[in-house]
């Protein structure tokens, strides 16, 4: 029991790493009942809101910048949403993306500047990139995923789930296991 | 138990960490400020502290390089514990000064564990994911040295005579700082052999091709190299090429010799299958291997024998794996040829103690190996009955059994180096 008890961020919030043409944006999302992909899929909200925000330019994103109580960031403009945990980044119904029967299909996309590789939860009678060309969500979930900035292959953002902004996909591979 | 000060401005967050450590029986000392964290820290001088990155104010990052500045904080042991968890954040950590890098959410034990560990290494070493310990160097920029070597003390030659290997002639060599900047080289060295530090060379390369680096595998090896062998690779070239032609550096020929893995699309530089060929000599290795370092991310070099192509190759490497199983010839060796290194100029911060474990049984335990060689080991490599299926297929367990111990300790040892 006293193994198993995590120090966390505050209950009910959810760390992440939201990445834009030009900045590394970390804050805490207020998940007040829906989960942070529901919240970003939400087709009448324009932005998201964060709690303790740090800005860091994408091209030195180790660096702290401003930081700010609060602040909301636009969610078309984002490219790219990485989590730590993969449990963060499933919606409220978790069926689409977790199950006994599901498989975890490799996928590659190109993203805003971003190259990124990571899996796909889905059913196995669910072709993939019928899924990533058609889905009605914006942002779909790769788990295990880690995406690397072009130009600057230093520069690699890992994370048990990143959520992609499909609007900003410019290509995408669906790999052979 | 210790006394640890915990640095958070998640009032919450301080309070679970607090108790955690408290029901472990440590004394802890909470501040919800950087600044009013330093002065605690200077007043009550903890045996520890634990420190947030964001922070309103002053950000652990700074809090961390004030205490490293200020003699009375200069020696606390430092875990930074974050939510930002990418790796250019655990480095960012690092460089500043810390010893180790939590992210959140962190488990009790995790914690726990990580404590213990920091507190057992104490200020001079980093401890990694998986309790892996490591030496901080001492100068992350030593002086440079004078284009012109000077002639070595007689230590040097003493040091590898008494390794009983033929004394060589390395004054001609760069040393690693008369090469522009570090070359992004990993030399994995066993002066034993059968300790399995071919298998090792091979798994690390095949380790950054997974993670999608551009990677040239080097045989130094002048007992019929076994790397084509394991990865079933023809090979119509190889370096004595280049010593027939009078050890002359040729950047064309060298990429000429090179072979590619198909599947992989690494490219390997292999050894004469003829045992005792005539080696390298040291200065065509190191020209060697700055001319793949310019053209690959990464440069693995398996160096058998302490030669003159593998002083070569150590003193350019970027990082030094050394190789060793756990009975007492190997240690002894071991030992001896630490020694041997810091005599040859390689600094200890380069180089990673890797204990393999080449049997099913323990002979000497680790604890008793770390106590002899006075310093600790980087990785331990577990026993795995695997590796003649994986040289039969033709494939590298970290290929064919990713999820596998030996596969996952391979990769711990290479997240140990930064390169």
């Known amino acids: 029991m006293i193994g198993t008890q995590k120090a966390t961020i505050r209950k009910g919030y959810v760390a992440g790493d939201y990445l834009t043409a030009s900045y590394r944006i970390n804050g805490e999302a207020d998940l007040h009942g829906d989960p ?36 909301h960031v636009r969610k078309s403009n984002l490219e790219l ?22 498989a975890q299909r490799p996928v590659f996309l190109i993203v805003g500047g971003f ?3 990571g899996m796909l939860n889905l ?13 009605p969500e914006q942002f779909i979930p790769l788990f295990n995923a880690r995406a690397v900035l072009i130009g600057h292959r230093e520069i690699v953002f890992e994370g048990g789930a990143i959520l992609v902004n499909r609007g900003q996909i410019e290509a995408f591979c669906v790999l052979k296991k | 138990m210790a006394r640890i000060l915990v640095i958070d401005d998640d009032a919450n967050l301080l309070q679970m960490v607090k108790l955690m450590l408290e029901r472990v029986g440590h004394q802890v000392e909470i501040s919800d400020s950087g600044e009013e964290g330093i002065a605690l820290a200077a007043k009550n001088q903890h045996e ?13 990052y700074d809090v961390v390089r004030r205490m490293r500045e200020d003699s009375r904080t200069a020696r606390i042991p430092i875990i930074i514990l974050t939510a930002r968890s990418q790796p250019m954040d655990k480095h960012m950590a690092l460089e500043a000064g810390a010893n180790a890098f939590l992210s959140k959410p962190v488990t009790s034990h995790e914690l726990t564990d990580r404590v213990d560990a920091v507190l057992r290494a104490g200020v001079n070493y980093r401890v990694h994911t998986g309790l892996l310990t490591e030496p901080i160097p001492r100068s992350p920029t030593p002086p440079p040295r004078p284009s012109s070597v000077p002639p070595r003390p007689p230590s040097q030659l003493q040091a590898i005579e008494t390794l009983e290997q033929p004394a060589v002639d390395f004054s001609d060599a760069l040393s690693a700082d008369t090469i522009k900047g570090r070359l992004p080289i990993m030399t994995v060295i066993s002066l034993r052999g059968g300790t399995g530090s071919t298998t090792i060379a091979v798994n690390l390369a095949f380790t950054l091709v ?17 790397i084509p062998l394991h990865l079933h690779l023809p090979s119509p070239h190889n370096w004595s090429e280049l010593v027939a032609k009078g050890n002359t550096f040729d950047p064309r020929i060298v990429n000429q010799l090179l072979i590619e893995h198909p599947p992989s699309g690494m490219a390997v530089l292999p050894a004469p299958a003829i045992p005792g060929t005539p080696t390298l000599s040291t200065i065509a290795t190191q020209n060697i291997l700055q001319e793949l370092g310019s053209t690959y991310s990464h440069v693995v070099v398996d160096a058998p024998h302490l030669d003159s192509a593998s002083i070569g190759a150590l003193l350019v490497a970027r990082a030094v794996v050394v190789v060793m199983a756990d009975d007492l010839l190997s240690i002894q060796s071991t030992g001896q040829f630490l020694t041997a290194l810091q005599n040859l100029g390689v600094e200890m911060g380069r180089v990673r103690v890797v204990l393999n474990q080449i049997r099913p049984t323990r002979d000497v335990p680790p604890d008793t190996i770390q106590k002899a060689l006075k310093r600790p080991l980087s990785a331990e490599i577990p026993y795995t009955p695997d590796h003649a299926n994986a040289i ?8 064919s059994d990713p999820e596998g111990a030996y596969a996952q300790a391979i990769q711990q040892l290479t997240r140990t180096m930064t390169m």
Not at chain 1, 59 to 64: F, G, H, K, V
Not at chain 1, 123 to 130: E, K, M, R, Y
Not at chain 2, 48 to 60: R, Y
């Open chain 1, 115 to 117: 190259e990124v590789n």
């Open chain 2, 210 to 226: 997974n993670r999608g680096r551009q990677v040239c595998l080097v045989d130094l090896s002048t007992s019929s190299g076994h």
């Open chain 2, 392 to 399: 039969r297929r033709g494939m590298p367990l970290v290929v």
């Open chain 1, 36 to 71: 942070l992909m529901d919240q970003l899929n939400h087709h009448m909200e324009l932005f998201i809101q964060l709690e303790r925000m740090f800005i860091s330019p994408l091209l030195d994103p180790a660096s702290l910048g401003a930081n700010y109580e609060s602040g």
């Open chain 1, 123 to 135: 059913h196995p009678s669910v072709n993939v990139g019928n899924f990533i060309r058609t889905t």
């Open chain 1, 81 to 102: 949403v990485v989590l730590s945990e993969p449990e963060s980044g499933l919606p409220r119904r978790q069926g689409q993306y977790k199950g006994p029967d599901h």
């Open chain 2, 48 to 60: 520890l502290a634990i420190i947030d990155v964001m922070m309103p104010g002053l950000s652990g």
